[in-house]
């Protein structure tokens, strides 16, 4: 079956351009994660997603981050006025909630670097 | 202000040998855990998790071990296998598993 995909898997751009990431979480995952993996640092919890519910944006660095899932399924996130901070593996994870526990099955990321 | 430290950004240990890989965490509420496995060029993968209700929980050659006293999890992999090497990260969650806080992985090495 087909895992969590991502597109674009690498994007090169310059500084203060506007860049949209996709992911295409597994068919019937109800929550949706974004993570960003800066060089030599840990993943940051970035935004969720879960259901209907209003997401979580609590982890969203600045207001030119924002993100978006339509009709449940694929997300979109989008860095405006990219800055050279922003370069990192953007890393987007779903998953099936049940009661207990919860895994993520991650997608393989999107490697950005702002010039 | 991290919440979930991995305080060893590397490990090496001769196939064969256990690895033992630590992760510390603050937050009291923290009461589910993971490790995830990644390799080069590859979102991370789901290894072994466990409960605050537990204090180990094991699958094959990976085992988990929890103090919540001391707000510690170790990752044990007995015996070592050079397919082992990979970057390990431990994670944590409150109850309501609304956000996944990762340690900044442990990069781990096998040689044969």
């Known amino acids: 079956g087909a895992g969590v995909s991502q597109s674009p898997s690498n994007k090169v751009t310059e500084k203060g351009k506007d860049v949209e990431l996709r992911c295409d979480p597994i068919?019937?995952?109800?929550?949706l994660y974004w993570y960003r993996q800066s060089l030599g640092q840990g993943l940051e919890f970035l935004i969720y997603?879960?259901?209907?519910?209003?997401?979580?944006k609590s982890g969203l660095p600045s207001d030119r981050f924002s993100a978006e899932r339509t009709g449940g399924s694929v997300s979109t996130l989008t860095i405006q006025r990219t800055q050279q901070e922003d370069s990192a593996v953007y890393l987007c994870?779903?998953?099936?909630?049940?009661?207990?526990?919860?895994?993520?099955?991650f997608g393989p990321g999107t490697r950005l670097l702002v010039l | 202000d991290q919440q979930v430290k991995q305080n060893s950004p590397s490990l090496s240990v001769q196939e064969g040998r256990i690895s033992i890989l630590n992760c510390d965490y603050t937050n009291s509420m923290f009461d589910y855990f993971l490790w995830y496995k990644k390799y080069p060029a590859e979102g991370p993968t789901f290894l072994i998790s466990i409960s605050s209700i537990k204090d180990k929980n094991e699958d094959g050659r990976f085992t988990v071990f929890l103090n919540k006293s001391a707000k510690h999890l170790s990752l044990h992999i007995v015996p070592s296998q050079p397919g082992d090497s990979a970057v390990y990260f431990c994670?944590?969650?409150?109850?309501?598993?609304?956000?996944?806080?990762f340690g900044s992985g442990t990069k781990l090495n096998v040689k044969p």
């Open positions: 994670a944590a969650s409150a109850d309501n598993f609304n956000k996944f806080y």
């Open positions: 997603f879960q259901g209907n519910s209003a997401p979580d």
């Open positions: 068919s019937g995952h109800t929550a």
């Open positions: 994870a779903s998953s099936f909630r049940r009661g207990g526990g919860e895994t993520q099955y």
